[in-house]
Protein backbone atom coordinates (compact mmCIF):
# COMPACT_ATOMS: atom_id res chain seq x y z
CA UNK A 1 0.00 0.00 0.00
CA UNK A 2 1.35 3.35 -1.28
CA UNK A 3 1.66 5.75 1.99
CA UNK A 4 0.26 9.35 1.15
CA UNK A 5 2.25 12.39 2.19
CA UNK A 6 1.62 15.19 4.54
CA UNK A 7 3.28 18.59 3.65
CA UNK A 8 3.77 19.66 7.38
CA UNK A 9 3.40 23.19 8.87
CA UNK A 10 6.37 24.20 11.40
CA UNK A 11 3.89 22.94 14.41
CA UNK A 12 4.16 19.03 12.77
CA UNK A 13 7.45 19.53 11.70
CA UNK A 14 8.91 20.14 15.49
CA UNK A 15 6.34 17.35 16.39
CA UNK A 16 7.73 14.86 14.38
CA UNK A 17 11.29 15.73 14.73
CA UNK A 18 11.00 15.23 18.16
CA UNK A 19 9.65 11.84 17.50
CA UNK A 20 12.58 11.08 15.52
CA UNK A 21 15.05 11.93 18.13
CA UNK A 22 12.97 9.64 20.61
CA UNK A 23 13.21 7.06 18.33
CA UNK A 24 17.20 7.38 17.23
CA UNK A 25 16.76 8.66 13.90
CA UNK A 26 19.23 11.40 12.58
CA UNK A 27 16.40 12.91 9.81
CA UNK A 28 15.36 16.34 10.56
CA UNK A 29 12.06 17.28 9.09
CA UNK A 30 11.71 20.83 7.81
CA UNK A 31 8.26 23.51 7.64
CA UNK A 32 7.18 22.51 4.27
CA UNK A 33 8.59 19.29 3.70
CA UNK A 34 6.01 16.16 2.51
CA UNK A 35 6.53 12.99 5.25
CA UNK A 36 4.42 9.80 4.81
CA UNK A 37 1.25 9.70 6.78
CA UNK A 38 2.52 6.95 8.51
CA UNK A 39 5.51 8.88 10.11
CA UNK A 40 3.07 11.68 10.95
CA UNK A 41 0.55 9.71 12.70
CA UNK A 42 2.92 7.58 14.95
CA UNK A 43 4.56 10.84 15.81
CA UNK A 44 0.97 12.60 16.32
CA UNK A 45 0.51 9.08 18.83
CA UNK A 46 3.09 9.88 21.35
CA UNK A 47 3.62 13.58 20.77
CA UNK A 48 0.28 15.15 19.44
CA UNK A 49 -1.73 15.80 22.55
CA UNK A 50 -0.24 19.67 22.72
CA UNK A 51 -0.50 21.45 26.33
CA UNK A 52 1.04 24.48 26.11
CA UNK A 53 3.44 27.06 23.62
CA UNK A 54 5.90 25.82 25.24
CA UNK A 55 5.32 21.91 24.13
CA UNK A 56 5.48 23.33 20.40
CA UNK A 57 2.63 26.25 19.40
CA UNK A 58 4.22 28.79 17.93
CA UNK A 59 2.37 31.67 19.59
CA UNK A 60 1.90 33.19 23.10
CA UNK A 61 -1.87 33.68 22.45
CA UNK A 62 -3.18 32.41 26.06
CA UNK A 63 -6.46 30.77 24.14
CA UNK A 64 -3.94 28.36 22.23
CA UNK A 65 -3.06 26.86 25.70
CA UNK A 66 -6.35 26.22 27.30
CA UNK A 67 -7.91 25.49 23.14
CA UNK A 68 -5.06 22.70 22.94
CA UNK A 69 -6.73 21.04 26.01
CA UNK A 70 -10.45 20.55 24.64
CA UNK A 71 -10.99 17.53 22.37
CA UNK A 72 -9.67 18.28 18.99
CA UNK A 73 -12.89 18.30 16.23
CA UNK A 74 -10.37 19.16 13.55
CA UNK A 75 -9.44 15.58 13.72
CA UNK A 76 -12.52 14.19 12.21
CA UNK A 77 -12.25 13.81 8.46
CA UNK A 78 -13.82 16.28 6.27
CA UNK A 79 -15.10 13.25 3.90
CA UNK A 80 -16.52 12.35 6.52
CA UNK A 81 -18.37 15.31 7.77
CA UNK A 82 -19.67 15.38 3.50
CA UNK A 83 -20.59 12.00 3.75
CA UNK A 84 -22.52 11.94 6.89
CA UNK A 85 -24.10 15.09 5.73
CA UNK A 86 -25.40 13.86 2.84
CA UNK A 87 -27.05 10.69 4.14
CA UNK A 88 -28.27 12.90 7.19
CA UNK A 89 -29.82 15.08 4.65
CA UNK A 90 -31.07 11.99 2.82
CA UNK A 91 -32.71 11.07 5.81
CA UNK A 92 -34.07 14.64 6.43
CA UNK A 93 -35.86 14.43 3.18
CA UNK A 94 -37.19 11.23 4.02
CA UNK A 95 -38.94 11.53 7.78
CA UNK A 96 -37.87 14.97 8.82
CA UNK A 97 -35.65 16.93 9.96
CA UNK A 98 -34.62 15.76 13.83
CA UNK A 99 -36.91 13.66 14.00
CA UNK A 100 -35.02 11.32 16.65
CA UNK A 101 -35.10 14.05 19.06
CA UNK A 102 -38.80 14.93 19.04
CA UNK A 103 -39.16 10.21 19.08
CA UNK A 104 -37.67 7.61 21.08
CA UNK A 105 -36.05 5.68 18.27
CA UNK A 106 -34.99 1.78 19.18
CA UNK A 107 -31.48 1.07 18.84
CA UNK A 108 -31.40 -2.49 16.99
CA UNK A 109 -33.69 -0.69 14.25
CA UNK A 110 -30.51 0.96 13.38
CA UNK A 111 -28.18 -2.31 14.45
CA UNK A 112 -29.94 -3.79 12.21
CA UNK A 113 -29.89 -0.67 9.27
CA UNK A 114 -26.30 -0.21 9.94
CA UNK A 115 -25.52 -3.98 9.06
CA UNK A 116 -27.12 -3.92 6.29
CA UNK A 117 -25.65 -0.80 4.64
CA UNK A 118 -21.90 -2.56 5.74
CA UNK A 119 -22.98 -5.80 4.38
CA UNK A 120 -23.92 -4.49 1.00
CA UNK A 121 -20.98 -2.10 1.01
CA UNK A 122 -18.52 -5.22 2.03
CA UNK A 123 -19.66 -7.08 -0.51
CA UNK A 124 -19.34 -4.64 -3.56
CA UNK A 125 -22.18 -2.14 -3.68
CA UNK A 126 -20.74 1.60 -2.68
CA UNK A 127 -24.02 3.21 -2.93
CA UNK A 128 -27.64 2.24 -1.64
CA UNK A 129 -29.99 1.51 -5.02
CA UNK A 130 -32.55 3.33 -3.34
CA UNK A 131 -30.69 6.75 -2.04
CA UNK A 132 -27.92 7.33 -4.02
CA UNK A 133 -25.91 7.76 -1.02
CA UNK A 134 -22.97 5.38 -0.03
CA UNK A 135 -23.32 2.96 1.89
CA UNK A 136 -20.64 3.88 4.27
CA UNK A 137 -22.27 7.04 5.14
CA UNK A 138 -25.45 5.57 5.54
CA UNK A 139 -23.87 3.63 8.14
CA UNK A 140 -22.27 6.55 9.76
CA UNK A 141 -25.88 8.02 10.37
CA UNK A 142 -27.09 4.74 11.75
CA UNK A 143 -24.24 5.37 14.69
CA UNK A 144 -24.71 9.32 15.06
CA UNK A 145 -28.33 8.66 15.68
CA UNK A 146 -28.14 6.11 17.95
CA UNK A 147 -25.32 8.50 20.12
CA UNK A 148 -27.46 11.48 19.93
CA UNK A 149 -30.52 9.83 20.31
CA UNK A 150 -28.87 8.07 23.62
CA UNK A 151 -27.34 11.45 24.73
CA UNK A 152 -30.73 13.29 24.90
CA UNK A 153 -32.77 9.96 26.74
CA UNK A 154 -34.39 9.17 23.50
CA UNK A 155 -33.16 5.60 22.65
CA UNK A 156 -35.08 2.82 23.54
CA UNK A 157 -32.11 0.50 24.49
CA UNK A 158 -33.92 -2.98 23.21
CA UNK A 159 -30.27 -4.64 22.60
CA UNK A 160 -30.83 -8.43 23.82
CA UNK A 161 -29.05 -9.14 27.20
CA UNK A 162 -25.82 -8.75 27.57
CA UNK A 163 -23.57 -11.62 26.30
CA UNK A 164 -19.82 -12.60 25.79
CA UNK A 165 -18.79 -10.77 22.76
CA UNK A 166 -16.45 -8.60 24.26
CA UNK A 167 -14.72 -10.95 26.04
CA UNK A 168 -14.61 -13.92 23.69
CA UNK A 169 -12.70 -10.78 21.39
CA UNK A 170 -10.50 -10.28 23.97
CA UNK A 171 -9.76 -14.07 24.03
CA UNK A 172 -9.58 -14.60 20.65
CA UNK A 173 -7.16 -11.09 20.14
CA UNK A 174 -4.75 -12.94 22.97
CA UNK A 175 -4.66 -16.47 21.43
CA UNK A 176 -3.66 -14.91 18.41
CA UNK A 177 -0.78 -13.02 19.73
Not at 4 to 31: D, W
Not at 80 to 88: E, T
Amino acid sequence: MNDECLVVGPFHASMINKYLLATGSERVVEEGEAVPYSLWAQAYRRYGEVQSKEEGYPDNNPKTTVGAQKLDLSLVPESAIIGLADAMQNGAAKYGPFNWREYTISSMVYIAALKRHVAAWVDGEDYAEDSGVHHLDHAMACLALLRDAESIGKLNDNRPPKGAAAELLQQYSKRRQ
